[in-house]
Protein backbone atom coordinates (compact mmCIF):
# COMPACT_ATOMS: atom_id res chain seq x y z
CA UNK A 1 0.00 0.00 0.00
CA UNK A 2 1.29 3.21 -1.02
CA UNK A 3 -0.62 5.40 0.72
CA UNK A 4 -3.96 5.64 3.17
CA UNK A 5 -7.06 5.81 1.79
CA UNK A 6 -9.69 3.97 3.25
CA UNK A 7 -12.34 5.16 1.13
CA UNK A 8 -10.91 4.09 -1.90
CA UNK A 9 -9.59 0.83 -0.50
CA UNK A 10 -12.97 0.61 0.32
CA UNK A 11 -14.89 1.32 -2.73
CA UNK A 12 -12.04 -1.08 -4.81
CA UNK A 13 -13.13 -4.19 -2.58
CA UNK A 14 -16.69 -3.46 -2.93
CA UNK A 15 -16.67 -2.81 -6.73
CA UNK A 16 -14.51 -6.24 -7.33
CA UNK A 17 -16.87 -8.00 -4.61
CA UNK A 18 -19.69 -6.71 -6.78
CA UNK A 19 -17.70 -8.04 -9.99
CA UNK A 20 -17.60 -11.42 -8.77
CA UNK A 21 -20.82 -11.67 -7.26
CA UNK A 22 -22.47 -10.62 -10.92
CA UNK A 23 -20.27 -13.48 -12.70
CA UNK A 24 -21.16 -16.27 -10.60
CA UNK A 25 -24.18 -15.11 -10.61
CA UNK A 26 -25.16 -17.24 -13.48
CA UNK A 27 -23.74 -20.80 -12.21
CA UNK A 28 -26.04 -19.29 -9.13
CA UNK A 29 -29.12 -19.92 -10.94
CA UNK A 30 -27.83 -23.14 -12.72
CA UNK A 31 -26.73 -24.56 -9.27
CA UNK A 32 -29.99 -23.24 -7.91
CA UNK A 33 -32.01 -25.09 -10.90
CA UNK A 34 -30.30 -28.31 -9.87
CA UNK A 35 -31.81 -28.38 -6.54
CA UNK A 36 -35.55 -28.25 -7.08
CA UNK A 37 -38.25 -30.75 -8.89
CA UNK A 38 -38.77 -30.64 -12.49
CA UNK A 39 -42.62 -29.27 -11.60
CA UNK A 40 -41.24 -26.67 -9.75
CA UNK A 41 -38.86 -25.05 -12.04
CA UNK A 42 -41.46 -24.90 -15.03
CA UNK A 43 -42.87 -21.95 -12.94
CA UNK A 44 -42.21 -18.84 -13.01
CA UNK A 45 -40.83 -16.69 -11.16
CA UNK A 46 -37.77 -19.92 -11.04
CA UNK A 47 -36.43 -19.73 -7.38
CA UNK A 48 -33.47 -18.04 -6.65
CA UNK A 49 -32.52 -20.41 -3.22
CA UNK A 50 -32.01 -23.97 -3.49
CA UNK A 51 -34.13 -26.46 -2.62
CA UNK A 52 -33.60 -30.04 -1.50
CA UNK A 53 -33.65 -32.06 -4.52
CA UNK A 54 -29.92 -31.88 -5.14
CA UNK A 55 -28.83 -35.65 -4.56
CA UNK A 56 -31.89 -36.97 -5.77
CA UNK A 57 -31.29 -34.75 -8.99
CA UNK A 58 -27.79 -36.03 -8.92
CA UNK A 59 -28.29 -39.51 -8.94
CA UNK A 60 -31.11 -39.47 -11.60
CA UNK A 61 -29.14 -37.55 -14.06
CA UNK A 62 -25.38 -39.47 -13.59
CA UNK A 63 -27.23 -42.53 -13.74
CA UNK A 64 -30.99 -42.96 -15.39
CA UNK A 65 -30.33 -39.56 -18.24
CA UNK A 66 -32.55 -36.67 -17.97
CA UNK A 67 -36.04 -37.47 -18.45
CA UNK A 68 -38.03 -40.42 -19.99
CA UNK A 69 -37.45 -40.06 -23.22
CA UNK A 70 -33.84 -39.09 -22.70
CA UNK A 71 -32.36 -42.16 -20.34
CA UNK A 72 -28.51 -41.44 -21.53
CA UNK A 73 -26.46 -41.92 -18.15
CA UNK A 74 -24.73 -38.62 -17.74
CA UNK A 75 -21.82 -40.63 -15.97
CA UNK A 76 -21.34 -42.00 -19.14
CA UNK A 77 -21.10 -38.87 -20.90
CA UNK A 78 -18.66 -37.58 -18.14
CA UNK A 79 -16.64 -40.69 -19.01
CA UNK A 80 -16.16 -39.99 -22.75
CA UNK A 81 -15.33 -36.51 -22.09
CA UNK A 82 -12.48 -37.60 -19.92
CA UNK A 83 -11.10 -40.09 -22.43
CA UNK A 84 -11.55 -37.37 -25.18
CA UNK A 85 -9.58 -35.00 -22.88
CA UNK A 86 -6.95 -37.13 -21.68
CA UNK A 87 -6.26 -38.31 -25.18
CA UNK A 88 -5.59 -34.70 -26.78
CA UNK A 89 -3.71 -33.43 -23.77
CA UNK A 90 -1.68 -36.57 -23.56
CA UNK A 91 -1.45 -36.59 -27.31
CA UNK A 92 -0.33 -33.04 -27.89
CA UNK A 93 2.38 -33.50 -25.14
CA UNK A 94 3.97 -36.65 -26.48
CA UNK A 95 3.93 -35.04 -30.14
CA UNK A 96 5.12 -31.86 -29.73
CA UNK A 97 8.03 -33.19 -27.02
CA UNK A 98 9.45 -35.20 -29.68
CA UNK A 99 9.23 -33.29 -32.61
CA UNK A 100 10.96 -30.12 -30.51
CA UNK A 101 13.55 -32.50 -29.18
CA UNK A 102 14.17 -33.42 -33.05
CA UNK A 103 14.00 -29.52 -34.29
CA UNK A 104 16.46 -28.75 -31.62
CA UNK A 105 18.60 -31.88 -30.87
CA UNK A 106 19.59 -32.80 -34.14
CA UNK A 107 21.18 -31.50 -37.41
CA UNK A 108 19.01 -33.24 -40.30
CA UNK A 109 17.83 -32.21 -44.12
CA UNK A 110 14.31 -30.44 -43.80
CA UNK A 111 15.05 -29.82 -40.41
CA UNK A 112 13.62 -25.89 -41.21
CA UNK A 113 10.87 -27.26 -43.51
CA UNK A 114 9.50 -29.51 -41.20
CA UNK A 115 9.80 -26.37 -38.33
CA UNK A 116 7.32 -24.17 -40.57
CA UNK A 117 5.17 -26.94 -41.79
CA UNK A 118 4.08 -26.83 -37.80
CA UNK A 119 4.14 -23.18 -37.67
CA UNK A 120 1.38 -23.05 -40.24
CA UNK A 121 -1.08 -25.44 -38.75
CA UNK A 122 -1.01 -22.43 -36.31
CA UNK A 123 -2.84 -20.22 -39.51
CA UNK A 124 -5.29 -23.51 -39.87
CA UNK A 125 -7.57 -23.63 -36.39
CA UNK A 126 -10.00 -26.44 -37.31
CA UNK A 127 -13.29 -23.80 -38.05
CA UNK A 128 -11.53 -22.24 -40.69
CA UNK A 129 -11.47 -25.81 -42.65
CA UNK A 130 -14.49 -27.99 -41.23
CA UNK A 131 -15.70 -29.41 -44.17
CA UNK A 132 -12.94 -30.16 -46.02
CA UNK A 133 -11.72 -32.05 -42.30
CA UNK A 134 -14.68 -33.62 -42.40
CA UNK A 135 -13.97 -35.47 -45.47
CA UNK A 136 -10.44 -36.74 -45.12
CA UNK A 137 -11.87 -38.05 -41.99
CA UNK A 138 -14.44 -39.59 -43.32
CA UNK A 139 -12.64 -40.99 -45.77
CA UNK A 140 -10.19 -42.69 -43.91
CA UNK A 141 -13.00 -44.41 -42.22
CA UNK A 142 -12.70 -42.61 -38.45
CA UNK A 143 -16.21 -41.01 -38.03
CA UNK A 144 -17.18 -42.19 -34.82
CA UNK A 145 -14.01 -43.28 -33.16
CA UNK A 146 -11.74 -41.91 -30.89
CA UNK A 147 -9.37 -41.72 -33.05
CA UNK A 148 -11.09 -39.21 -35.71
CA UNK A 149 -12.54 -37.46 -32.30
CA UNK A 150 -8.91 -36.50 -31.44
CA UNK A 151 -6.01 -36.77 -34.29
CA UNK A 152 -7.25 -33.75 -35.93
CA UNK A 153 -6.96 -32.21 -32.89
CA UNK A 154 -3.54 -33.27 -31.29
CA UNK A 155 -0.98 -31.49 -34.02
CA UNK A 156 -0.41 -28.72 -31.90
CA UNK A 157 2.58 -25.59 -32.88
CA UNK A 158 1.98 -23.69 -29.73
CA UNK A 159 3.20 -26.48 -27.41
CA UNK A 160 6.17 -27.53 -29.91
CA UNK A 161 7.08 -23.83 -29.80
CA UNK A 162 6.80 -23.55 -26.33
CA UNK A 163 9.31 -27.00 -25.73
CA UNK A 164 11.73 -25.88 -27.92
CA UNK A 165 12.01 -22.68 -25.88
CA UNK A 166 12.19 -24.61 -23.21
CA UNK A 167 14.68 -27.22 -24.63
CA UNK A 168 16.94 -24.01 -25.78
CA UNK A 169 17.18 -23.01 -22.05
CA UNK A 170 18.77 -26.50 -21.39
CA UNK A 171 22.75 -25.83 -20.57
CA UNK A 172 24.70 -27.85 -22.95
CA UNK A 173 26.85 -29.30 -20.85
CA UNK A 174 23.87 -31.80 -19.87
CA UNK A 175 24.26 -33.28 -23.01
CA UNK A 176 28.12 -33.19 -23.49
CA UNK A 177 27.78 -34.62 -19.59
CA UNK A 178 25.46 -37.51 -20.48
CA UNK A 179 27.62 -37.45 -23.94
CA UNK A 180 30.37 -38.67 -21.67
CA UNK A 181 28.54 -41.14 -19.78
CA UNK A 182 27.30 -42.99 -23.25
CA UNK A 183 23.68 -42.00 -23.00
CA UNK A 184 22.08 -42.41 -26.42
CA UNK A 185 19.78 -39.40 -27.79
CA UNK A 186 16.73 -41.40 -26.42
CA UNK A 187 18.42 -41.96 -22.73
CA UNK A 188 19.02 -38.67 -22.85
CA UNK A 189 15.79 -37.19 -23.93
CA UNK A 190 14.35 -39.71 -21.65
CA UNK A 191 16.54 -39.32 -18.61
CA UNK A 192 17.22 -35.74 -18.87
CA UNK A 193 15.21 -33.59 -21.42
CA UNK A 194 11.65 -34.86 -19.42
CA UNK A 195 12.88 -34.42 -16.11
CA UNK A 196 13.90 -31.21 -16.60
CA UNK A 197 10.74 -29.81 -17.66
CA UNK A 198 8.24 -31.68 -16.05
CA UNK A 199 6.75 -28.23 -14.81
CA UNK A 200 6.39 -27.07 -18.18
CA UNK A 201 4.96 -30.56 -18.68
CA UNK A 202 2.40 -30.19 -15.88
CA UNK A 203 1.70 -26.50 -17.15
CA UNK A 204 0.89 -27.17 -20.39
CA UNK A 205 -1.57 -30.43 -19.32
CA UNK A 206 -3.86 -28.30 -17.34
CA UNK A 207 -4.29 -26.07 -20.06
CA UNK A 208 -4.94 -28.75 -22.56
CA UNK A 209 -7.43 -30.55 -20.21
CA UNK A 210 -9.42 -28.09 -20.31
CA UNK A 211 -9.09 -27.29 -23.84
CA UNK A 212 -9.49 -31.11 -25.01
CA UNK A 213 -12.94 -31.27 -22.18
CA UNK A 214 -14.00 -28.26 -23.91
CA UNK A 215 -14.30 -29.16 -27.30
CA UNK A 216 -17.32 -28.93 -29.33
CA UNK A 217 -17.22 -28.30 -32.59
CA UNK A 218 -15.27 -31.31 -34.06
CA UNK A 219 -17.13 -33.93 -31.83
CA UNK A 220 -20.09 -32.43 -32.86
CA UNK A 221 -19.49 -32.73 -36.88
CA UNK A 222 -17.83 -36.25 -36.92
CA UNK A 223 -19.84 -38.45 -34.16
CA UNK A 224 -23.21 -39.32 -34.59
CA UNK A 225 -23.22 -42.65 -32.55
CA UNK A 226 -25.03 -42.37 -28.87
CA UNK A 227 -22.02 -43.70 -27.80
CA UNK A 228 -19.25 -41.26 -28.79
CA UNK A 229 -21.47 -38.33 -27.06
CA UNK A 230 -19.92 -35.83 -24.59
CA UNK A 231 -21.27 -34.17 -22.09
CA UNK A 232 -20.40 -30.77 -23.49
CA UNK A 233 -22.44 -31.90 -26.61
CA UNK A 234 -24.77 -33.28 -24.80
CA UNK A 235 -26.24 -30.15 -23.34
CA UNK A 236 -26.73 -29.07 -26.64
CA UNK A 237 -29.06 -31.73 -27.40
CA UNK A 238 -30.60 -31.06 -24.14
CA UNK A 239 -31.38 -27.21 -24.25
CA UNK A 240 -33.38 -28.79 -27.97
CA UNK A 241 -35.60 -30.87 -26.51
CA UNK A 242 -36.14 -28.71 -23.36
CA UNK A 243 -39.28 -27.12 -25.70
CA UNK A 244 -40.77 -30.24 -25.51
CA UNK A 245 -40.01 -31.68 -22.01
CA UNK A 246 -38.84 -28.61 -19.67
CA UNK A 247 -36.85 -30.50 -17.09
CA UNK A 248 -34.64 -28.10 -16.45
CA UNK A 249 -33.45 -29.29 -13.19
CA UNK A 250 -31.61 -31.82 -14.42
CA UNK A 251 -30.37 -29.87 -17.72
CA UNK A 252 -29.23 -27.54 -15.34
CA UNK A 253 -27.46 -30.32 -13.52
CA UNK A 254 -25.92 -31.70 -16.70
CA UNK A 255 -24.23 -28.23 -17.26
CA UNK A 256 -23.05 -28.10 -13.48
CA UNK A 257 -21.46 -31.55 -14.18
CA UNK A 258 -19.24 -30.36 -17.42
CA UNK A 259 -18.15 -27.45 -15.98
CA UNK A 260 -17.20 -28.70 -12.64
CA UNK A 261 -13.95 -30.59 -13.71
CA UNK A 262 -11.98 -28.40 -16.08
CA UNK A 263 -13.13 -25.50 -13.14
CA UNK A 264 -11.14 -27.77 -9.79
CA UNK A 265 -8.67 -28.26 -12.11
CA UNK A 266 -8.20 -24.53 -13.16
CA UNK A 267 -8.96 -23.46 -9.39
CA UNK A 268 -7.04 -26.55 -7.46
CA UNK A 269 -3.75 -25.99 -9.93
CA UNK A 270 -3.96 -22.33 -10.19
CA UNK A 271 -0.34 -21.92 -10.12
CA UNK A 272 0.22 -24.43 -13.07
CA UNK A 273 -2.66 -23.24 -15.13
CA UNK A 274 -1.64 -19.58 -14.88
CA UNK A 275 2.04 -20.56 -15.99
CA UNK A 276 0.22 -22.73 -18.86
CA UNK A 277 -0.85 -19.99 -19.70
CA UNK A 278 1.18 -17.24 -19.83
CA UNK A 279 3.98 -19.94 -21.37
CA UNK A 280 2.14 -20.90 -24.23
CA UNK A 281 0.91 -17.12 -25.39
CA UNK A 282 4.63 -16.44 -25.27
CA UNK B 1 17.55 -22.19 -32.85
CA UNK B 2 19.97 -25.43 -33.18
CA UNK B 3 22.06 -26.59 -29.83
CA UNK B 4 25.71 -25.71 -30.37
CA UNK B 5 25.86 -29.09 -29.05
CA UNK B 6 23.72 -31.71 -30.75
CA UNK B 7 23.55 -35.15 -32.26
CA UNK B 8 24.71 -35.79 -35.93
CA UNK B 9 22.27 -37.20 -38.76
CA UNK B 10 20.51 -40.40 -38.74
CA UNK B 11 17.05 -41.48 -39.31
CA UNK B 12 16.03 -41.02 -35.51
CA UNK B 13 14.82 -37.02 -35.94
CA UNK B 14 12.66 -37.99 -39.00
CA UNK B 15 11.56 -40.64 -36.75
CA UNK B 16 10.78 -38.37 -34.15
CA UNK B 17 9.11 -35.31 -35.89
CA UNK B 18 6.91 -38.31 -38.24
CA UNK B 19 3.86 -38.36 -35.91
CA UNK B 20 3.53 -34.47 -35.82
CA UNK B 21 4.32 -34.07 -39.39
CA UNK B 22 2.29 -36.95 -40.08
CA UNK B 23 -0.83 -35.45 -38.64
CA UNK B 24 -0.11 -32.14 -39.79
CA UNK B 25 -0.18 -33.51 -43.53
CA UNK B 26 -3.23 -35.44 -43.43
CA UNK B 27 -5.37 -33.22 -41.06
CA UNK B 28 -4.52 -29.73 -42.20
CA UNK B 29 -2.43 -29.43 -45.16
CA UNK B 30 -4.45 -31.72 -47.43
CA UNK B 31 -7.96 -30.52 -46.32
CA UNK B 32 -6.56 -27.13 -46.61
CA UNK B 33 -5.41 -27.59 -50.18
CA UNK B 34 -8.82 -29.70 -50.73
CA UNK B 35 -10.85 -26.28 -49.64
CA UNK B 36 -8.85 -23.80 -51.99
CA UNK B 37 -9.51 -26.48 -54.64
CA UNK B 38 -13.67 -26.84 -53.59
CA UNK B 39 -13.46 -23.16 -53.93
CA UNK B 40 -12.65 -23.02 -57.47
CA UNK B 41 -15.65 -25.78 -57.71
CA UNK B 42 -19.63 -25.94 -58.65
CA UNK B 43 -21.63 -29.29 -57.96
CA UNK B 44 -25.09 -29.34 -59.49
CA UNK B 45 -27.75 -29.78 -57.22
CA UNK B 46 -27.78 -33.90 -57.14
CA UNK B 47 -24.02 -33.73 -56.46
CA UNK B 48 -23.65 -36.09 -59.73
CA UNK B 49 -21.65 -32.97 -61.92
CA UNK B 50 -18.67 -30.74 -60.61
CA UNK B 51 -17.79 -27.77 -63.05
CA UNK B 52 -14.10 -25.90 -62.74
CA UNK B 53 -15.50 -22.46 -62.67
CA UNK B 54 -12.48 -20.51 -61.14
CA UNK B 55 -12.92 -17.55 -59.24
CA UNK B 56 -16.87 -17.58 -59.69
CA UNK B 57 -17.80 -18.58 -55.93
CA UNK B 58 -15.61 -16.00 -54.56
CA UNK B 59 -17.00 -13.61 -57.01
CA UNK B 60 -20.48 -14.78 -55.66
CA UNK B 61 -19.28 -14.30 -51.99
CA UNK B 62 -18.89 -11.05 -52.62
CA UNK B 63 -21.86 -10.33 -54.19
CA UNK B 64 -23.88 -12.21 -51.45
CA UNK B 65 -25.84 -9.47 -49.66
CA UNK B 66 -26.32 -12.11 -46.84
CA UNK B 67 -22.70 -12.56 -46.54
CA UNK B 68 -21.24 -9.30 -46.73
CA UNK B 69 -23.95 -8.63 -43.94
CA UNK B 70 -22.68 -11.72 -41.91
CA UNK B 71 -19.33 -10.17 -42.26
CA UNK B 72 -20.27 -6.75 -40.79
CA UNK B 73 -21.80 -8.67 -38.28
CA UNK B 74 -19.10 -10.80 -37.31
CA UNK B 75 -17.31 -7.31 -37.10
CA UNK B 76 -19.55 -5.74 -34.84
CA UNK B 77 -19.58 -8.69 -32.48
CA UNK B 78 -16.10 -8.83 -32.08
CA UNK B 79 -15.77 -5.39 -31.43
CA UNK B 80 -18.20 -5.47 -28.65
CA UNK B 81 -16.88 -8.38 -27.21
CA UNK B 82 -13.54 -7.17 -26.91
CA UNK B 83 -13.90 -3.62 -25.99
CA UNK B 84 -16.35 -5.11 -22.72
CA UNK B 85 -13.85 -7.51 -21.91
CA UNK B 86 -11.31 -5.93 -21.79
CA UNK B 87 -13.03 -2.84 -20.11
CA UNK B 88 -14.25 -4.73 -17.20
CA UNK B 89 -11.17 -6.76 -16.75
CA UNK B 90 -9.07 -3.79 -16.63
CA UNK B 91 -11.18 -2.17 -13.70
CA UNK B 92 -11.20 -5.07 -12.32
CA UNK B 93 -7.38 -6.18 -12.34
CA UNK B 94 -6.68 -2.21 -11.38
CA UNK B 95 -8.73 -2.74 -8.21
CA UNK B 96 -7.55 -5.49 -7.25
CA UNK B 97 -3.62 -4.40 -8.24
CA UNK B 98 -4.50 -2.01 -5.63
CA UNK B 99 -6.08 -4.29 -2.66
CA UNK B 100 -3.41 -5.92 -0.73
CA UNK B 101 -5.50 -8.04 1.20
CA UNK B 102 -7.17 -10.72 -0.59
CA UNK B 103 -5.50 -9.99 -4.32
CA UNK B 104 -5.38 -13.84 -4.20
CA UNK B 105 -8.36 -14.68 -3.31
CA UNK B 106 -9.93 -12.44 -5.26
CA UNK B 107 -8.11 -13.33 -8.56
CA UNK B 108 -9.42 -17.39 -7.67
CA UNK B 109 -12.75 -15.76 -8.33
CA UNK B 110 -12.44 -14.47 -10.97
CA UNK B 111 -10.71 -16.76 -13.12
CA UNK B 112 -12.19 -20.12 -13.21
CA UNK B 113 -14.91 -18.54 -15.95
CA UNK B 114 -11.96 -19.09 -18.40
CA UNK B 115 -12.56 -22.95 -17.46
CA UNK B 116 -16.15 -22.87 -18.85
CA UNK B 117 -16.74 -24.55 -22.47
CA UNK B 118 -18.54 -21.99 -24.81
CA UNK B 119 -21.58 -24.11 -25.26
CA UNK B 120 -22.03 -24.33 -21.46
CA UNK B 121 -21.95 -20.26 -20.86
CA UNK B 122 -24.26 -19.90 -23.82
CA UNK B 123 -26.42 -22.43 -21.54
CA UNK B 124 -26.31 -20.35 -18.47
CA UNK B 125 -27.03 -16.94 -20.48
CA UNK B 126 -29.81 -18.99 -22.11
CA UNK B 127 -31.48 -20.39 -19.44
CA UNK B 128 -30.92 -16.94 -17.60
CA UNK B 129 -32.97 -15.28 -20.51
CA UNK B 130 -35.24 -17.91 -21.32
CA UNK B 131 -38.07 -16.37 -22.65
CA UNK B 132 -40.94 -17.68 -20.46
CA UNK B 133 -39.06 -19.12 -17.42
CA UNK B 134 -35.62 -17.13 -17.53
CA UNK B 135 -34.91 -15.02 -13.94
CA UNK B 136 -33.87 -11.97 -15.86
CA UNK B 137 -36.64 -12.04 -18.28
CA UNK B 138 -39.01 -12.52 -15.42
CA UNK B 139 -37.37 -9.26 -13.85
CA UNK B 140 -37.45 -7.34 -17.19
CA UNK B 141 -40.88 -7.76 -17.49
CA UNK B 142 -41.50 -6.60 -13.77
CA UNK B 143 -39.56 -3.29 -15.33
CA UNK B 144 -42.34 -3.09 -18.24
CA UNK B 145 -39.81 -4.76 -20.39
CA UNK B 146 -40.56 -7.45 -23.15
CA UNK B 147 -37.54 -9.91 -23.97
CA UNK B 148 -37.55 -12.76 -26.15
CA UNK B 149 -33.96 -12.85 -28.34
CA UNK B 150 -35.67 -15.70 -30.08
CA UNK B 151 -38.15 -13.42 -32.00
CA UNK B 152 -35.95 -9.98 -31.69
CA UNK B 153 -32.62 -10.31 -33.36
CA UNK B 154 -31.48 -6.92 -31.44
CA UNK B 155 -32.00 -8.90 -28.38
CA UNK B 156 -29.99 -12.38 -29.60
CA UNK B 157 -27.04 -10.05 -30.40
CA UNK B 158 -26.97 -8.92 -27.17
CA UNK B 159 -27.33 -12.40 -25.33
CA UNK B 160 -24.65 -13.81 -27.08
CA UNK B 161 -22.22 -10.25 -26.70
CA UNK B 162 -23.03 -11.11 -23.02
CA UNK B 163 -22.44 -14.60 -22.86
CA UNK B 164 -19.44 -14.56 -25.13
CA UNK B 165 -18.02 -11.83 -22.74
CA UNK B 166 -18.82 -13.20 -19.79
CA UNK B 167 -16.79 -16.15 -20.91
CA UNK B 168 -13.97 -13.97 -21.94
CA UNK B 169 -13.08 -11.86 -18.68
CA UNK B 170 -11.27 -14.25 -16.68
CA UNK B 171 -8.74 -14.65 -19.31
CA UNK B 172 -8.12 -11.14 -20.34
CA UNK B 173 -7.97 -10.10 -15.91
CA UNK B 174 -5.29 -12.84 -15.76
CA UNK B 175 -3.04 -11.03 -18.06
CA UNK B 176 -3.68 -7.57 -17.42
CA UNK B 177 -3.28 -8.54 -13.49
CA UNK B 178 0.30 -10.38 -13.89
CA UNK B 179 1.23 -7.39 -16.03
CA UNK B 180 0.45 -4.65 -13.22
CA UNK B 181 1.81 -6.76 -10.69
CA UNK B 182 5.23 -7.04 -12.50
CA UNK B 183 5.82 -2.92 -12.48
CA UNK B 184 8.21 -2.03 -10.50
CA UNK B 185 6.94 -0.82 -7.09
CA UNK B 186 9.61 2.26 -7.04
CA UNK B 187 7.62 3.82 -10.27
CA UNK B 188 4.25 3.90 -8.24
CA UNK B 189 5.71 5.25 -5.05
CA UNK B 190 7.57 8.13 -6.39
CA UNK B 191 4.73 8.96 -8.19
CA UNK B 192 2.85 9.13 -5.20
CA UNK B 193 5.32 11.12 -3.26
CA UNK B 194 5.23 13.80 -6.00
CA UNK B 195 1.48 13.75 -5.15
CA UNK B 196 0.26 11.50 -8.27
CA UNK B 197 -3.50 10.31 -6.94
CA UNK B 198 -4.57 6.68 -7.34
CA UNK B 199 -6.21 7.24 -11.09
CA UNK B 200 -3.44 10.15 -12.34
CA UNK B 201 -1.04 7.21 -11.67
CA UNK B 202 -3.05 4.61 -13.41
CA UNK B 203 -3.26 6.78 -16.75
CA UNK B 204 0.15 8.39 -16.34
CA UNK B 205 2.46 4.79 -15.32
CA UNK B 206 0.60 1.92 -15.09
CA UNK B 207 -1.66 2.12 -18.52
CA UNK B 208 0.80 2.98 -20.56
CA UNK B 209 3.20 0.18 -19.31
CA UNK B 210 0.70 -2.64 -19.93
CA UNK B 211 0.01 -0.97 -23.50
CA UNK B 212 1.91 -4.01 -24.91
CA UNK B 213 -0.11 -6.79 -22.66
CA UNK B 214 -3.32 -4.81 -23.95
CA UNK B 215 -2.50 -5.01 -27.63
CA UNK B 216 -1.28 -8.82 -27.70
CA UNK B 217 -5.25 -9.38 -25.94
CA UNK B 218 -6.60 -6.98 -28.26
CA UNK B 219 -5.69 -9.47 -31.04
CA UNK B 220 -6.34 -12.62 -28.93
CA UNK B 221 -10.27 -11.41 -28.10
CA UNK B 222 -10.76 -10.99 -32.00
CA UNK B 223 -9.20 -14.42 -32.45
CA UNK B 224 -11.64 -15.54 -29.93
CA UNK B 225 -15.04 -13.83 -30.92
CA UNK B 226 -13.96 -14.76 -34.82
CA UNK B 227 -13.59 -18.20 -34.00
CA UNK B 228 -14.04 -19.34 -30.40
CA UNK B 229 -17.78 -18.35 -29.58
CA UNK B 230 -19.18 -20.85 -32.23
CA UNK B 231 -20.08 -22.84 -29.54
CA UNK B 232 -21.83 -19.96 -28.01
CA UNK B 233 -23.48 -19.36 -30.74
CA UNK B 234 -25.21 -22.12 -31.25
CA UNK B 235 -26.49 -22.90 -27.86
CA UNK B 236 -27.82 -19.54 -27.86
CA UNK B 237 -29.70 -18.09 -30.90
CA UNK B 238 -28.31 -20.82 -34.17
CA UNK B 239 -27.82 -18.21 -35.49
CA UNK B 240 -31.18 -16.70 -35.59
CA UNK B 241 -33.22 -15.33 -35.70
CA UNK B 242 -33.19 -14.33 -39.34
CA UNK B 243 -29.78 -14.76 -39.31
CA UNK B 244 -29.32 -12.07 -36.68
CA UNK B 245 -26.69 -14.30 -34.86
CA UNK B 246 -24.72 -15.62 -37.97
CA UNK B 247 -21.19 -15.01 -37.79
CA UNK B 248 -19.01 -16.14 -40.54
CA UNK B 249 -17.58 -18.86 -38.79
CA UNK B 250 -21.75 -20.28 -38.19
CA UNK B 251 -21.80 -19.43 -41.48
CA UNK B 252 -19.26 -21.48 -42.63
CA UNK B 253 -20.93 -24.38 -40.86
CA UNK B 254 -24.17 -23.58 -41.70
CA UNK B 255 -23.45 -23.78 -45.63
CA UNK B 256 -21.15 -26.75 -45.69
CA UNK B 257 -23.44 -28.94 -42.92
CA UNK B 258 -26.84 -28.20 -43.20
CA UNK B 259 -27.14 -26.32 -46.71
CA UNK B 260 -24.74 -28.91 -48.39
CA UNK B 261 -22.95 -26.00 -50.50
CA UNK B 262 -19.58 -27.24 -51.15
CA UNK B 263 -18.12 -24.66 -53.50
CA UNK B 264 -19.64 -21.77 -50.95
CA UNK B 265 -18.78 -23.04 -47.86
CA UNK B 266 -14.75 -24.28 -49.22
CA UNK B 267 -15.28 -20.34 -50.90
CA UNK B 268 -15.61 -19.19 -47.04
CA UNK B 269 -13.18 -21.19 -45.51
CA UNK B 270 -10.51 -19.66 -47.79
CA UNK B 271 -11.57 -16.45 -46.88
CA UNK B 272 -11.56 -17.25 -43.06
CA UNK B 273 -7.68 -18.71 -43.74
CA UNK B 274 -6.66 -15.26 -45.54
CA UNK B 275 -8.52 -13.92 -42.47
CA UNK B 276 -6.33 -15.54 -39.97
CA UNK B 277 -2.90 -15.53 -41.76
CA UNK B 278 -3.68 -11.78 -41.33
CA UNK B 279 -4.42 -11.99 -37.84
CA UNK B 280 -1.01 -13.92 -36.94
CA UNK B 281 1.28 -11.86 -39.37
CA UNK B 282 -0.18 -8.99 -37.11
CA UNK B 283 0.51 -10.62 -34.09
CA UNK B 284 3.73 -11.66 -35.07
CA UNK B 285 5.12 -8.47 -36.55
CA UNK B 286 4.07 -6.27 -33.39
CA UNK B 287 3.45 -8.32 -30.55
CA UNK B 288 7.37 -9.79 -30.45
CA UNK B 289 7.57 -7.72 -27.55
CA UNK B 290 5.89 -8.85 -24.97
CA UNK B 291 5.85 -7.88 -21.17
CA UNK B 292 8.03 -10.13 -18.84
CA UNK B 293 5.64 -12.15 -16.39
Not at chain 1, 177 to 198: K, Q, T
Not at chain 1, 217 to 246: F, H, R, Y
Not at chain 2, 98 to 121: D, E, H, S
Amino acid sequence: MIEKRPITTFISHAVIIIGIIIIAFPVWITFVAATHDAIRMTQSPIPIWPGDQFFINLKATLWDGISESDTRPVAFMLLNSFIMAMIIALGKISVSLLSAFAIVYFRFPFRMGFFWMIFLTLMLPVEVRILPTYEVVAKLGMLNSYAGLTLPLIASATATFMFRQVFLTVPDELLEASRIDGAGPMRFFFDILIPVSRTNIAALFVILFIYGWNQYLWPLLITNDQSMVTVVMGIKEMLESAEQAPVWNKIMMTTLLAMIPPIIVVVFMQKMFVKGLTETEK
Amino acid sequence: MLKRVHFGTSWLPFALVAPQIIITLVFFMWPAAQAMFQSLLVQDAFGLKTEFVWFDNFKELLNDEIYLQSFYRTAFFSTLVAFFSLSIALVLAALADRVIKGATFYRTMLIWPYAVAPVLAGALWVFMFNPSLGIITYTLDLLGYDWNHKLNGGQAMSLVVMAATWKQISYNFLFFFAAMQSIPKPLIEAAAIDGAGPARRFWTIIFPLITPTTFFLLVVNIVYAFFDTFGIIHAVTEGGPANATTTLVYKVYNDGFIGLDLGGSAAQSVVLMVIVIFITVIQFRYIEKKVDY
